[in-house]
């Protein structure tokens, strides 16, 4: 278990890296006004409108960096910070969401994928809960059906894996889409631009480094269950 302990820190050692990263971008790109002096809020509105798309709202939600598009209720939800910002990073970040809406209405396959996975992936985070508190607790009890709970465990691990490298597309898709409109409408100079891009770049690198701690995670529990087989 020690390993996979260690496995863990690693990984959220380099996925606090990369958010740290992320915030000082943030944070450096927002102390830039843009030429156009739009806020995030009409940066989106415009992308929406410009890609036919009238039946998602965007709101202003509390935080920094809680941004996010839903489908289920066709919200575009944009942190304080972007919604009222008018520089590159709040431009940036709204029209990334708004990115995932023109995926949503166009059904881009790997989003609806996605969608799909997500009670898939709720689901497999609780069964993973239950079977690592019965292998924590339950002593005697589970040795007997100690492959049958680590293949539990590799399972659920196989979902967080595809899930996680499943968001790369849709993530990076959503940014060319939205980098791609941002140029050709004029929203933004091409300096801007370039800023823009930098700020995306290193919210990608977030997932990136998620999808490879699932990974590493997914492979030692399959070295634990093949180990356990062998003996």
């Not at 996010?68 to 009222?84: D, G, I």
């Not at 993973?128 to 019965?134: C, D, E, L, S």
Request: hydrophobic share 50%.
């Amino acid at each position: 278990m020690m390993l996979y302990y260690v496995i863990i820190g690693v990984t959220m050692l380099i996925s606090w890296m990369a958010s740290s990263r992320l915030k000082n971008k943030f944070k450096k790109y927002s102390q830039i006004q843009l030429a156009k002096d739009l806020t995030g809020a009409d940066v989106a509105r415009l992308m929406l409108a410009d890609n036919g798309i009238h039946d998602v709202k965007v709101t202003c939600v509390s935080g920094e960096l809680t941004d996010h598009y839903n489908p289920a209720n066709k919200t575009v939800n944009l942190s304080e910070p972007v919604y009222h910002g008018r520089n590159a990073a709040a431009t940036a970040v709204a029209a990334h969401e708004c990115g995932h809406a023109v995926q949503h209405a166009k059904a881009y396959s790997m989003l609806q994928f996605r969608s799909a996975m997500v009670p898939i992936q709720s689901i497999s985070g609780t069964i993973q809960q239950v079977v690592m508190m019965a292998m924590f607790f339950g002593g005697a009890f589970i040795y007997n059906s100690l492959p049958t709970a680590i293949l539990l465990i590799v399972g659920c691990n196989l979902v967080f894996t595809l899930f996680a490298f499943i968001t790369l597309p849709v993530e990076y898709d959503a940014s060319n889409r939205a980098l791609a409109w941002i140029e050709a409408r004029g929203i933004v100079n091409s300096s801007e631009h370039a800023m823009a891009k930098d700020a995306l770049n290193a919210a990608a690198r977030t997932y990136v480094v998620a999808a490879i701690g699932a990974l590493a995670s997914l492979l030692f529990w399959v070295m634990m269950f093949l180990g356990g087989s062998r003996d």
